[in-house]
C-alpha cells in the first residue's frame, strides 16, 4: 500500500454550529480519534441494526437504574429500539423499588459508611438507598413468587420452575397494576419485550424469595437452563441477529453466548452480524468483561464479517447520548421491522417481511 493510500482519511475536527441535536454531534464525531470516534461508531451500528430485519439483544450491568439511567431503559423498550434485554438481578429489584414509589438519593461517596449502615442506608459509590424500603420489596417478591408457586402446584408440595422470562414478565403486569410511572420490568410487560436475568439469585429477588422459602411460604423454583434455550431461539430463528453491551460481567456473556447456542439449533453458523459494547474494563486482564470482539470471533460469537465497535466509556455518559440521538430518529424507529413476541409459558416470536 503506498504512502498517499494510507494518509487518504484525515481527521475532522469538531467545530461549533447551530445543529443543537445529540444525533448531529455523534455524526460529526465521526471525525474524530480515541473513543469520540468509537461512541459515534457506536451510534451508526445501532442505526444499521433498526435498519435490517434484526434481533437487537442487549445486556446491561453494574448499577445502572441507581445510576439514572432507568427511564432510558424505558425509552429503548417502549419504542423497540431493543428486543430484549438481559441485565443483573440489582438492576431490576432497583426498578422495582422505583416502580413502589421509592427513590435513591445522592450522595458524597465519602459519607461514612459506618453512619449509614446504623441509620440502615445502603450505599452505591454516590448514592443511596433506604434498607428498610429495600426489605419491604423484598417481601413484596417473596409473596409474588409464593403466589405464583401455590398457583402451579400439582402436587401441593413441587411446583414447575418458571424461566426468568416468564417471572418477570408476571411480576410486570402485577407491577403495572399499582405503578405510576413504567419502569423497566412494567414497561418490558406491556411492551411484550422477554427480560432475562440468569444470576437472579445475585440479588434481592433472589434474597426475598429465599427468606420467603425460610418462613415456610414458598418452593418457587427458577428454570435458568429455559433462559439459555430461549435466547437460542432468539438468535437462531431471526434473520439476523445484533448485540448491545453496557457493562460486561454475566449479561453479555449470556447474551454472546447465544450464537454458541444456537449451533444446534441450525446448522450453519453465523455469529451476531452487529454488535457495540461500552466497557470500562480492560481486556488485558483476561476477563470476560473487558474481553474485545475479536475475541468473542474465535468463539463463534460474532460473524466473522460483523460491524463492531468497543467503546471505553462509563455508561453514565455514552447511554445517555447514544440513546437522545436515536430519539432524534423518527422515522427510523417508526418503519422498523420489529420482531412480535408471544409471551406465554413459551417464547415465541415472528419476524415481518
Not at 402446584?153 to 410511572?181: C, N, Q, V
Request: hydrophobic residues 40%.
Amino acid at each position: 500500500m503506498r504512502k498517499e493510500q494510507i494518509l487518504a482519511n484525515p481527521t475532522r475536527p469538531l467545530s461549533i454550529d447551530n445543529k443543537k441535536s445529540v444525533a448531529a454531534l455523534l455524526e460529526k464525531m465521526q471525525g474524530i480519534s480515541f473513543q469520540g470516534r468509537s461512541l459515534a461508531t457506536a451510534y451508526q451500528i445501532w442505526k444499521r441494526m433498526l435498519a435490517d430485519r434484526c434481533m437487537i439483544m442487549m445486556g446491561m450491568a453494574g448499577a445502572m437504574v441507581p445510576g439514572g439511567m432507568r427511564r432510558l431503559v424505558v425509552y429503548l423498550i417502549k419504542n423497540r429500539l431493543i428486543d430484549s434485554l438481559t441485565t443483573t438481578g440489582a438492576n431490576l429489584f432497583h426498578d422495582i423499588h422505583e416502580t413502589l414509589g421509592r427513590y435513591h438519593y445522592q450522595c458524597s461517596p465519602e459519607t461514612d459508611d459506618v453512619m449509614l449502615q446504623k441509620h440502615l442506608i445502603d450505599r452505591m459509590y454516590d448514592t443511596l438507598a433506604d434498607e428498610e424500603e429495600f426489605r419491604e420489596a423484598d417481601a413484596m417478591i417473596g409473596d409474588f413468587a409464593a403466589s405464583l408457586a401455590a398457583s402451579s402446584a400439582a402436587p401441593a408440595d413441587s411446583s414447575r420452575p418458571y424461566t426468568t422470562r416468564e417471572f418477570l414478565y408476571l411480576l410486570g403486569k402485577h407491577l403495572a397494576k399499582r405503578s405510576k410511572e413504567d419502569g423497566i420490568v412494567t414497561a418490558a410487560a406491556k411492551a411484550g419485550v422477554p427480560l432475562y436475568c440468569p444470576a437472579i439469585g445475585d440479588s434481592s429477588i433472589g434474597i426475598g424469595i429465599a427468606e420467603n422459602r425460610f418462613l415456610g411460604k414458598n418452593n418457587f423454583t427458577f428454570d435458568v437452563v429455559g433462559d439459555v434455550l430461549e435466547t437460542a431461539h432468539l438468535a437462531a430463528d431471526a434473520p439476523a441477529s445484533g448485540v448491545i453491551y453496557f457493562g460486561g460481567g454475566t449479561p453479555k456473556n449470556f447474551v454472546n453466548q447465544t450464537e454458541v447456542t444456537a449451533t444446534f439449533m441450525r446448522q450453519d453458523h453465523k455469529g451476531h452480524k452487529y454488535a457495540l459494547q461500552v466497557i470500562t474494563d480492560s481486556a488485558h486482564w483476561g476477563g470476560l468483561s473487558g474481553c474485545t470482539f475479536e475475541e468473542s470471533q474465535s468463539w463463534g460469537k460474532i460473524a466473522h464479517d460483523a460491524s463492531f465497535v468497543d467503546v471505553h466509556c462509563d455508561s453514565t455518559i455514552a447511554m445517555p447520548m447514544l440513546v437522545s440521538a436515536l430519539s432524534e430518529n423518527a422515522a427510523l424507529i417508526r418503519k422498523r421491522k420489529r420482531p412480535v413476541f408471544q409471551m406465554g409459558r413459551e417464547l415465541r416470536f415472528t419476524f415481518p417481511k
